[in-house]
């Protein structure tokens, strides 16, 4: 398998320019043998989790409030930016031809402009420290290691907001999203757009193709993710989740069985009178709150 692609320039200079497609169709092969491994696992390895315990005399609402719109408006159109980048930059190379280069860099800039939102909102409207890993974080990834590895004796500390699994998901999407964005605002540079001239001799033709490789491996680690990603996203064991992402609400008795109080503090009360305590964003009637607000995973 080759790993990137080379060609000869004007000057007989040979120069990289690009990931060799084969790392697109490692992405696709890896991210579809984990789902079917993790299937296999689940079926037939995982133990049997207990059902969630609701318990109505905890003093908390019935429903915890998890993302706020604000937070769900930013996933649901940076996941479009995502697949339509995804979809531009890797169906040409399937053979499926369209005048995809105009919609790839205007869904470039829409993405950079939703991450810049969404860093700045994190950092100054949000608690960031909530996807940072502690040591709480640590004990139950191990934990989780060793029951995955059939130790189903293992402890496993209920989590913060946010699973250490999501966390580590995070910020690998992280890397890749900004590596993919900072060298594609560099790209752009090299093409006639509404707000510059282009500039193809900004940079040498060797200094180019790191740009090219590194947004090709950004890409081709995004491809990965995405798979991961929607895979989880539509296990039945993992929906109430990804209803959060939609109603912005989780079920008490899956607040009380999978995460720490102590970590992740909720207002109690009667839900159809609480109020947002430290979410700028605010919350609709009926929706119940917490009382730190993080960044959505």
């Known amino acids: 398998m ?4 080379r060609a000869v320039n004007p000057w007989n200079q040979e120069v990289l320019i690009g990931v060799s497609w084969d790392l697109m169709w490692a992405a696709i092969i890896v991210g579809g043998g984990f789902v079917v491994l993790h299937t296999l696992w689940a079926k037939f390895i995982a133990p049997a989790g207990a059902e969630p315990a609701d318990d109505a005399d ?16 930013f996933h ?8 339509v980048l995804l979809v531009t930059a890797f169906f040409p190379v399937l053979g499926i031809q369209f005048a995809w280069v105009t919609i790839h860099w205007v869904a470039g800039v829409i993405l950079t402009a939703l991450i810049a939102y969404h860093i700045v909102h994190a950092t100054f409207f ?9 040591k709480h974080d640590i004990k139950a990834g191990v934990g989780e290691i060793k029951h995955i590895l059939g130790d189903h004796e293992a402890e496993v500390p209920r989590a913060g907001k946010y699973p250490v699994d999501h966390i580590l998901f995070h910020h690998s999407a992280a890397v890749a999203g900004l590596g993919a964005i900072a060298t594609g605002v560099l790209m752009m540079l090299r093409l006639e757009t509404p707000f510059w001239t282009a500039n193809p001799y900004m940079l040498a033709d060797s200094s180019w193709g790191v740009v090219y490789v590194l947004h090709g491996l950004s890409g081709v680690g995004l491809i990965t993710l995405t798979i991961t ?21 989780i079920p008490r008795s899956y607040y009380l069985k999978g995460h720490d109080p102590a970590r992740w503090t909720v207002a109690g009360g009667d839900e159809a009178e609480l109020v947002t305590a430290g979410t700028p964003d605010g919350a609709s009637g009926g929706e119940a709150v917490t009382s730190d607000s993080g960044m959505p995973s």
Request: charged letters at 20%.
């Open 2 to 5: 080759e790993l990137w692609r």
């Open 126 to 134: 949000q608690n960031l420290w909530t996807m940072w890993i502690d």
């Open 58 to 73: 905890s003093g908390l609402p019935g429903r915890i409030l998890r993302h706020a719109m604000s937070e769900r408006v």
């Open 229 to 249: 990603h929607i895979y989880f996203a539509i296990r039945p064991d993992k929906w109430w989740i990804t209803k959060s992402m939609i109603f912005g609400w």
């Open 76 to 83: 649901w159109l940076m996941a479009v930016a995502m697949l």
